[in-house]
DNA sequence: ACAAGGTACCGAGTGTCGCAAGGTACTTCA
DNA sequence: TGAAGTACCTTGCGACACTCGGTACCTTGT
C-alpha cells in the first residue's frame, strides 16, 4: 500500500487509539461483535474493516479488560457480548489522561504551522 | 514492556503523527536533527527518543517531502538542514484535514463513556 | 429435505513505524 | 593527546491495524 496513500495515514493514527474507542462503546453498554463494528464503524474515521477487531477483542479479554459471556441471538448464531469489568474501566481513565495532552500538543503544533 | 505501561500507550499513539509534528516544527523554518529533537522533546508527549527521528527524516527525504543542505555549525560537526517542499506543506495540510476529525471522533466517544 | 444467504466469530501472514542501544565522526579545550 | 560535547546514522525488535480467507449457526424458499 503506498504510504502516502490517505487511508495509510488513518491506519497509523489508529494504532493505539482503536481499542481505547472499543473500550469507550464498552462503557455505554455489554455489546458483541458485529455490533461493535458497525456502531464505530458508522463513523468512518475510527474503524477500518472487522478484520481488525476480534484481535483486538482477543487482546481486552486476555488483559481482563472486559469479561465475555455467550448469549443467544434472536436470529442468527450466538453473539460473544463483551462487558467492561473495573481494570477495564481504569485503563480507558488512564488513557483519556494521556491522550488528553497529547491532542493538544499535536494541536498546538499543527495551529503553529498555518 | 508491560501492554498497559503508560510509555506504550504514548508509542502508539504517536505513530502516524510524530512525522507530521516534524512537518509542522519546519514550516516555521528549515532546522536539524538535534534541534528538531530539543524542540519537539521539550513536550514530552510528542517525542520519545531520538533513534526514531533520523530513521523518520530518511523517510521525508525519500517522499521528497524535505530537501536537506548540509550546512557548517559554529562549533562542532556541520549540521543537515531540513527544509519543507511545497509537496511537503501539502501533506502538512491533507493530515491537517485526516487529523481534525480523527481527534473529534476519539474526543466524542470519550467524552460518551464517562 | 436441502441449498442459499445472512449473521457471527476467528486466525495466519504482512507491513509500518516508534524505540532502545550502539556506533562513527568532527570540533574544542584542558 | 585525550576527554567532552555535538551531530549524524544503523540494527534489531515489538506492537498492532490490515487483508484475506475460513468456519459455524440459523432462517427461508422451493
Do not use: N
Not at 495515514?9 to 462503557?27: F, I, S
Not at 464505530?40 to 481482563?64: A, I, K, M, N
Not at 448469549?71 to 462487558?83: F, I, K, L, M, V
Amino acid at each position: 500500500m503506498e504510504p502516502d496513500d490517505e487511508g495509510s495515514v488513518l491506519t497509523q493514527l489508529r494504532r493505539g487509539t482503536l481499542e481505547y474507542c472499543v473500550l469507550a462503546y464498552l462503557a455505554q453498554g455489554p455489546s458483541y461483535g458485529q455490533d461493535i463494528a458497525r456502531a464505530l464503524g458508522s463513523d468512518p474515521v475510527l474503524f477500518g474493516s472487522e478484520g481488525t477487531l476480534y484481535p483486538l477483542l482477543t487482546r481486552l479479554r486476555r488483559r481482563r479488560w472486559v469479561e465475555t459471556t455467550w448469549q443467544p441471538s434472536p436470529a442468527g448464531p450466538p453473539r460473544r457480548y463483551h462487558a467492561l469489568t473495573d481494570e477495564g474501566r481504569a485503563a480507558l481513565r488512564a488513557f483519556a489522561q494521556t491522550w488528553e495532552p497529547f491532542r493538544a500538543g499535536v494541536d498546538r503544533l499543527m495551529k503553529g504551522a498555518q
